[in-house]
């Protein structure tokens, strides 16, 4: 079972991507994905939508993300969230165990 966040972050002027090129060179990013229990933790940009970010953010469980929640690095994302006068909207999904279904396998190219 893997925890999966999807995080969008909205602002204006750019600054959603801002945001997360700062957390990319800070070594934020970098610092999360090497946390225990990390399995991804990845930006993405809408091309519908150029002032939203999608962060991908999954976990093993949650207690690796509970974890992750009680570092010293919340604050430094909560600053940035601030600095880039940022809104959020968040969806959690549970992975299924038994993985992609045999019947929607033709749809995918490997």
Do not use: C
Request: charged share 25%; glycine share 4%.
């Amino acid at each position: 079972m893997s925890i999966v966040m999807n995080l969008y972050y909205t602002g204006s002027d750019g600054n959603a991507r801002k945001f997360a090129e700062e957390m990319e060179r800070s070594g934020t990013a970098a610092a999360i994905r090497a946390e225990p229990g990390n399995e991804r933790y990845a930006y993405f940009f809408p091309m519908d939508d150029p002032e939203t970010v999608l962060l991908i953010d999954a976990w093993v469980d949650q207690m690796a993300l509970d974890a992750h929640h009680a570092t010293p690095m919340m604050n430094t994302i909560a600053a940035l969230r601030e600095k880039y006068d940022l809104r959020m909207k968040a969806e959690r999904y549970i992975s299924d165990a038994s993985g992609v279904p045999a019947s929607d396998t033709k749809f995918i190219r490997v």
